[in-house]
């Protein structure tokens, strides 16, 4: 029995060892990859590998509950908001297949919410009240070159009546006097009546201001015959007496170029609890790609966007108040390009780093610089390298947030420019002439950077792409940890999956990192195959959370006042070196306004910390936050939830 057994066992061995070397004779590079891909497992996954680099893992909805997530906020229930609208999908759109999901990361359970429209490129941030602020969306998708069959543009009604408004339904059809081409509306229009001017030195009423409406008109009949190449005025069919007389329309070039997006007006609060939409007063100007962020008072400044007619909305900025649920104008004019990252500053103040998304002039709003809302007032801040390659770059306000420096990170050319930067700018707006100054490089030049502020005041930066959405295979699958002190970036993990457009980053409370998104336009280096969405949401578990063990936290209060004090148990007090408030992310198009880490002071006892809230209302903005704190291993306990009122 045992020779026999010998002689099978020697056997297998022999056809084992063949067949190994007709592999290696007939194909040496497929068994090399094999080699190495099992020795970077091996590796990726050894212990003291992840004490140094940490580690990714991949998260794949069922497939029924997969979507195009496009927008990620974390709540305060711990569960993550997925909202997708329609996805960038036409198909979607147009079957008014609007999705949105809340998965709870620790439990794995995913939820469907009904979405009310569709919030594809919605703007978004966190009110104090725990509820996460939606407004803007998609009311039409683009049209590229070639696709458009009818000439259209942009259609300025004005009405010269003093005394009244005047409505011109969807449909209402506007004749040039010189081209005699005829135009058909989309939507209504309300034209405001026209203002009285006087003038104090001749006591004479001069000529009256006209009240304007911008609407959007396409041509009766599709070819290029209809195209319209100079400006003209243009009547308005099926009025008549004064009406005909006041109210007329003025249009440029009206043509078969490019359709960009169309915004709209809705307006939501996505409650965390009931977790569905809660519809509230819709905003005054329709915006697509617009950004919210909150204000000292806590109302929220909305602006930017493409409008309802595709066009940048004209410097007309608004506000929202969570008491009305109403929104009101600011006063004056000021226009910036889409998702601008411009964020609350220490004395009232907004600071616009000059980072942006995408649409609008390339010398509109581009500068970075101090805004002051209240007088309209804004100063340029100077000494940004690669100034015009801000589109697509990432800002971060380092922690803590007390230092008040910002990091603007990478960024590419306007529109679909090969142009991508490596650098990084850093300013601290605490000198009394900030400006900005280089930080570390990166290693490749990257659009669509994800960065996540850590609870060790660490920040890790990953992903995006060197060219235009990932074209030419360029999306990069590098991760890094920007480490305060050293002022250097360290290479750690490399994520599992590329991702550059429509991607993003959110901090767990238990200290991880959930990834989420990219929107390749093309799957292959020769840029010849479509790109597909990228669902899967990817995880990344810090080098701080294999240390060992983690302090703990518990107890404590659930509300504490800004100047107050709060005690919470802890059986490491000991060990505990840091604590800091985090406010939660709200992410999406490489612009996450909410995140911040405030250090707070610290005074252990014998079972636990106490932490003191600052008293700056613009630095501690009302809402929940969580709190963390951090042993002298660098390893954070998972948080607690406060609300700061």
């Known amino acids: ?66 979507l195009n997530t496009i927008h990620a906020a974390l709540l305060r229930t711990g569960k993550i908001l997925l909202v997708a609208g329609s996805g960038n999908n036409q198909d979607n759109f147009d079957a008014k297949k609007f999705d949105t999901r809340v998965w709870d990361p620790v439990k794995g359970t995913i939820k469907d919410i009904p979405t009310p429209a569709d919030l594809f490129c919605t703007g978004h941030t966190q009110l104090s009240n725990g509820n996460l602020l939606i407004a803007g969306g998609t009311k039409r998708y683009e049209k590229l070159k070639g696709d458009v069959t009818k000439a259209g543009g942009l259609m300025i009604v004005h009405n010269e009546n003093p005394d009244k408004p005047i409505t011109l339904p969807a449909g209402t059809r506007f004749t040039g006097k010189e081209n005699g081409k005829t135009f058909v509306s989309k939507d209504p229009v309300v034209v405001e009546r026209a203002e009285k001017k006087f003038d104090p030195v001749t006591k004479k009423f001069l000529r009256n201001e006209p009240g304007l409406g911008r609407i959007y008109v396409e041509a009766q009949k599709s070819g290029a015959k209809y195209e319209t190449g100079t400006q003209d005025n243009y009547r308005v069919q099926g009025l008549s007496g004064a009406d005909a ?55 929220v400044l ?140 990166l290693e490749k030049g990257t659009r669509y950077p994800q960065y996540s502020i850590m609870p060790d005041d660490s920040v890790l930066v990953s992903g995006g792409s060197e060219d235009y959405r990932g074209r030419g295979d360029s999306n990069i699958l590098q991760a890094h940890l920007y480490e305060k002190g050293s002022e250097s970036f360290k290479r750690v993990a490399d994520p599992l999956v590329g991702r550059n457009y429509h991607s993003g980053s959110i901090l767990l409370p238990d200290g991880r990192v959930m990834f989420f998104g990219s929107d390749s336009l093309y799957s292959d280096a020769a840029n010849t195959k479509p790109g597909k969405f990228e669902q899967r949401i990817e995880i990344y578990t810090p080098p701080y959370l294999y240390q060992g063990s983690r302090p703990s936290l518990s107890g404590g209060p659930k509300t504490v006042e800004r100047g107050d004090s709060a005690t919470f148990s802890s059986k490491h007090a000991s060990s505990i070196k840091t604590a800091r408030l985090m406010r939660p992310s709200a992410s999406t198009h490489v612009t996450d306004i909410d995140q911040r880490s405030i250090a707070l002071d610290l005074k252990k006892t014998k079972t636990g910390i106490t932490v003191t809230i600052p008293k700056n209302r613009n630095l501690v903005q009302s809402g929940w936050y969580m709190l963390f704190v951090t042993d002298d291993q660098g390893t954070p306990s998972e948080a607690q939830w406060v609300k700061i009122p």
């Open 245 to 299: 007389r006041n109210t007329y329309g003025i249009a440029q070039k009206l043509a078969l170029d490019k359709k960009d997006f169309q915004g709209i007006k809705d307006a939501y609060e996505f409650d965390p609890v009931a977790e569905k939409y809660i519809k509230v007063d819709p905003m005054n100007e329709a915006r697509w790609y617009p950004t919210l962020t909150t204000l000292s008072d806590g109302k």
């Open 1 to 66: 029995m045992k020779d026999g057994s010998s002689r099978r066992r020697a056997r297998r061995i022999a056809i084992g060892a063949a067949v190994v070397l007709a592999l290696a004779g007939m194909n040496g590079p497929a068994l090399y990859r094999f080699g190495s891909d099992q020795y970077h497992d091996y590796k990726i996954n050894r212990p003291e590998y992840k004490a140094d680099n940490g580690k990714w893992d991949i998260v794949e909805f069922p497939e029924k509950d997969r």
């Open 302 to 441: 909305s602006l930017s966007g493409l409008d309802e007619i595709g066009q940048l909305v004209p410097g007309k900025n608004e506000v929202y108040d969570p008491k009305t649920k109403k929104w009101t104008y600011t006063k004056g004019i000021r226009q910036f390009p889409t998702y601008p990252a411009i964020s609350l500053m220490q004395n009232g103040k907004l600071f616009y780093s000059g980072a942006n998304a995408g649409y609008g002039p390339d010398d509109v709003g581009r500068d970075p610089g101090i805004w002051d809302v209240k007088t309209n007032k804004f100063r340029k801040v100077p000494g940004m390298s690669d100034p015009k390659l801000l589109e697509t770059a990432g800002t971060v306000l380092l922690p803590p947030a007390q230092d008040e420096k910002y990091m603007v990170i990478g960024g590419g050319g306007v529109g679909e420019s090969d142009k991508s930067s490596k650098k990084t700018r850093v300013i601290d707006l605490l000198n009394d002439n900030p400006k900005f100054e280089d930080g570390p490089e």
